[in-house]
């Protein structure tokens, strides 16, 4: 059976100012959505929000995963079910070993129930399967000794998220502009790596501004957002149109959400 | 301060307690002269107040000495589990327990080489125009302050290694101090001197055999590090919190010579460590590594001095301190450079972790320098834990708990790095762990 994650009716504010107004939303396993829309959209927050971040307060409507509600849960319980989010901006855990930090994390989404102290994967196992992955992703071995994202380029901390989702094998991945701030080069290693990963198990969202992950990943879906609304879905060639022409006519098409587009941009700069 | 703090803490061992001691001492006169010389400062030093910049951050109020004597028999003496012991092999082990030996060992390869290890009461004894010299007029001087005179006129039992020219102890040496008895008092000794050339290593940790017992340590640390020689000293203070540390510590390091010393404050109700790092030889280096993880209501306070007293020496000191529940960590240092210490590089940093909104860290570094072609640096940072990097973890699958034990090792990682010893990387590691606890960690 497809998994489903299922978005209805969802609004999320941030403090009190409220960013999402209404967002609906179906992701089957092994279907590609592209989210795409100007700066204060709300795109960001849609995924911090699916992802479970305690900043961003669902105020009304509801997020399923194959008919769980998942709303009011922990971003731990989220990742256990099978979502994943690959961040814009990767933190840093200083003095975390990558190799360490996902062990845990593959042993936990592997194995929901398990509590802190019970067994970790077996460390032969584990070795092998992250160095075929980084392998795979044209990543040097030595990586996996090095602290998570601590002095890390912009470049390697995006391709260190694109090894957590090929080693975590999410059912949902969600993508926050994992494109953003690279060079060609990097954006190519990473639009190949995710066109590796992405397959029938996977459910992937993918929110960019640019075109050349979506090459890699062709969407079966592009929904356009604007004010914290998706106002218009459509297939890859939405996509293509608005790389080409930008969003003038969407806005056009759609005056009052553009007006609060505009409001909520102001509000968060 | 109120007057109240000031009479209580003026209230020390009186001359009774003091002589019904000695007579529990079966000791040479010489020995005997220097801990009726050492009571008499200490009597004297009990009227005057504590150094206000050492000690006005740190609260003894609640500090009472009667509550606390030594140990005039050796208790019956059986095994008392140590975190470092039976994970490595050492060269040599000692143990102590209230303030008396319970054994102690050195392999004979080392016994060869003229390696001294063992009972430092029985040593100076046995060596006393060797080691005379240096007990407790090298590094820590008598009158420091009321705490080293208490212990000068008090100290039993206590860690002796001496290591000949040239002679390198390649296995680790392991000290094991323990407290047992209810109401003990404990003031033993750790003195290490390295001759020229010598390099060891001495792991030691403090512990006691049950949670409920309270007690008091008044201790010394001296270690004296010759030309040329390295000498690598851990201290793992792991007492139960019912314990008062005081501790007067010193490394005096000698030409060409390193030190590297690594403090851990993991136990204790109450710890104050002054520690002194005296580069006395040109080109002498010393790093400084401190581990700090405080709970409950624990407060624990070092007061560190790097003085370089003479040209191109070079010390680095990172204490990194974690914070939980109500603890407080206080941290003063200090880099004192001499006018003849030029092309002098000093540096120390300390890093604070909070756990709690409740939890008071106070670190203060300073510089003092007189030299005028030196380079001398420093820093202090205090941080709650960053949610960020609790959601980061949470969003791959680790709960609050295990992203915070995550991010709480990183933190002390950084340290572990400085210490080449893996059963004390692997050790420290584990105490923390443990210390953090599956359980009682606050959100």
């Known amino acids: 059976m497809n998994s489903l994650l299922k978005i209805t009716d969802l609004h999320v504010s941030v403090g009190e100012t409220p960013i999402l107004r209404g967002v609906t939303m ?148 969600i993508l926050d502009e994992t494109d953003s701030g690279l060079d060609s080069d990097a954006v190519r290693v990473v639009s190949e790596g995710l066109a590796k990963l992405s397959g029938p198990q996977m459910g992937v969202l993918i929110i960019t501004h640019h075109e050349r992950l979506l090459e890699f990943n062709p969407p079966q879906f592009t929904h356009v957002m604007l004010g914290g609304r998706i106002v218009e879905t459509g297939d890859s060639s939405l996509a293509h149109e608005l790389h080409a022409n930008g969003y003038a006519d969407v806005r056009a098409r759609h005056p009052q959400a553009a007006a609060e587009n505009i409001q909520a941009e102001a509000a968060t700069a | 301060m109120a007057t109240a703090t000031a009479d209580i803490l003026r209230v020390g061992y009186d001359s009774e307690v003091f002589e019904n001691f000695l007579r529990s001492r079966r000791e040479p006169q010489w020995m005997t002269e220097a801990r009726r010389a050492a009571f008499e400062i200490y009597q004297s030093l009990l009227e005057t107040d504590l150094d206000p910049e050492e000690f006005k951050r740190l609260d003894l109020r609640a500090f009472n000495a009667a509550k606390y004597r030594p140990a005039l028999v050796a208790s019956q003496s059986e095994e008392v589990s140590a975190l470092l012991s039976d994970k490595t092999e050492f060269g040599g082990t000692i143990a102590h327990v209230d303030g008396y030996v319970t054994g102690s060992r050195l392999s004979a390869e080392l016994a060869a080489t003229g390696v001294l290890f063992g009972d430092l009461q029985s040593l100076l004894e046995s060596h006393r125009e060797l ?157 400084v590594n401190g581990v700090t993880f405080a709970s409950d209501r624990q407060k624990i306070s070092y007061y560190t001095q790097q003085h370089h007293r003479q040209q191109g020496t070079h010390s680095d000191l990172l204490y990194r301190e974690v914070l939980r529940d109500d603890s407080r960590v206080i941290w003063r240092g200090m880099i004192k450079v001499d006018k003849v210490a030029q092309q002098t590089d000093g540096y120390q940093r300390s890093d604070a972790l909070m756990l709690s909104e409740t939890a008071r860290c106070d670190s203060i570094p300073g510089l003092e320098i007189e030299a005028d072609d030196v380079r001398c640096t420093h820093g202090a940072t205090t941080g709650q834990v960053d949610r960020e990097q609790i959601f980061y973890c949470m969003s791959r699958g680790m709960t609050r708990k295990e992203a915070m034990h995550m991010i709480v090792e990183g933190f002390f990682q950084t340290v572990y790095d400085r210490i080449p010893i893996e059963v004390v990387r692997e050790t420290l590691s584990r105490t923390v762990q443990s210390k953090l606890g599956f359980e009682t960690i606050s959100q």
């Open chain 1, 26 to 173: 179906e992701i089957r396993q092994g279907e590609i959505h592209a989210l795409m829309g100007p700066n204060g959209s709300g795109k960001s927050t849609l995924a911090y929000a699916l992802a479970g971040h305690p900043n961003y307060t669902v105020t009304n409507g509801s997020i399923e995963i194959d008919g769980v509600n998942v709303t009011e849960m922990e971003a731990d319980e989220r990742a256990r079910l099978g979502l994943f989010l690959a961040f814009q901006y990767p933190v840093v855990i200083p003095g975390v070993k990558v190799a360490d930090f996902l062990r845990h994390a593959v042993s936990n989404v592997r194995n929901p129930e398990r509590k802190e102290g019970e067994g970790l994967i077996g460390m032969r196992e584990f070795r092998k399967e992250i160095r075929d992955r980084m392998t795979e992703l044209g990543m040097d071995h030595e990586f996996a000794r090095r602290y998570l994202n601590e002095g890390f380029s912009g470049g390697e901390k995006k391709r260190m998220e694109i090894l957590q989702l090929a080693m975590l094998q999410p059912r949902f991945a």
């Open chain 2, 131 to 287: 080691l005379e010299p240096y007990f407790l007029k090298k590094a820590v001087r008598v009158d420091a302050d009321r705490f080293a005179a208490w212990h000068a006129a008090f100290w039993t039992g206590g860690t002796l290694l001496y290591v000949p020219r040239n002679v390198e102890v390649s296995l680790p040496l392991h000290s094991l101090i323990a407290h047992r008895q209810d109401g003990i008092a404990d003031f033993s000794h750790t003195l290490i001197i390295l001759e020229d050339g010598a390099r060891a290593t001495l792991l030691e940790e403090t512990t006691s055999v049950t949670p409920e017992t309270a007690g008091l340590h008044v201790g010394c640390v001296e270690l004296i590090v010759g030309r040329n020689a390295c000498l690598r000293y851990v201290q793992l203070q792991n007492w139960n919190q019912k314990t008062w540390h005081f501790a007067h510590q010193a490394g005096n390091v000698d030409a060409n010579a390193s030190l590297q010393w690594t403090v851990v404050g993991l136990g204790s109700r109450v710890a104050h460590i002054h520690q002194d790092i005296n580069l006395d030889g040109r080109a002498s280096t010393a790093e």
